[in-house]
């Protein structure tokens, strides 16, 4: 009878420590989001689309400061699809109006920027208890410090497609910051880059325009 009580406590006290048990940290996120730039002046019949996309990489570990909360660090990659109507690439340099932005009449079948970076993602993190099913609400905020390692803008047409290198800012660093509210593996991500991403690239005129880019999406955390 005694070995018999002793295991109904054993289970009932494993399954009261399993209800609060907090969520495990991830090791690996990635982010696909959609971007868009923020002007740093006023620019003209700047159009955005819809289908610029952005995705990011990184392996993830954890430095814990309690069972809900710990400093997580990691190695990533991301690149960037932008798709707009940014005046980067063109057959004919001495073309006259909005030097930021292509001539609204002009006709083209792509106009695009690529950029790429590896990351140094930098975050505090906490995880709330998890559910009979092990989901558990989650929250990150945190940075991205990267290094860009590519960049171009790409233009195509019926009759040509060019792409240009060296359009981008002074600076090749970028630092992200950016948070994720979640539930389970699935998070929605917000990130603003505190650094220019793209400088204004005028034909005619000198400019201090720049860009800085805003990613909204989903992460997948495991």
């Not at 907090?22 to 730039?37: H, M, P, Q, R, V």
């Not at 620019?43 to 392996?59: P, R």
């Not at 171009?152 to 019926?158: F, G, N, P, Q, T």
Request: proline content about 5%.
């Amino acid at each position: 009878m005694r070995n018999i009580l002793a295991v109904l406590l054993c289970t009932v006290g494993l399954t009261l420590s399993a209800q609060y048990t907090n969520g495990a940290a991830e090791e690996f996120s990635y982010d696909f989001t959609y971007g868009f730039l923020i002007p740093s002046q006023t620019v003209d019949n700047l159009q955005q689309e819809w289908y610029s996309n952005c995705h990011s990489f990184a392996f993830l570990g954890e430095v814990p400061f309690s069972h809900s909360t710990g400093f997580g660090y990691g190695l990533g990659f991301s690149i960037y699809n932008l798709h707009n109507n940014l005046h980067y690439v063109d057959n004919d340099p001495a073309i006259g109006g909005n030097p930021d932005v292509l001539p609204v009449d002009s006709s083209y079948n792509a106009n695009k920027q690529n950029i790429s970076f590896i990351d140094l993602p930098l975050e505090l993190r906490y995880r709330g208890k998890t559910n009979k099913k092990g989901k558990f609400f989650r929250v990150v905020v945190g940075a991205k410090v990267g290094y860009r390692l590519s960049g171009s803008a790409y233009h195509r047409d019926d009759d040509f497609a060019i792409r240009r290198y060296r359009i981008f800012t002074t600076t090749p660093w970028r630092v992200q910051a950016y948070t994720r509210i979640g539930y389970g593996k699935i998070a929605l991500f917000a990130g603003y880059e505190l650094l220019p991403t793209l400088n204004g690239q005028p034909k005619l005129l000198p400019s201090n325009l720049n860009y800085h880019m805003v990613n909204i999406g989903v992460s997948l955390l495991l």
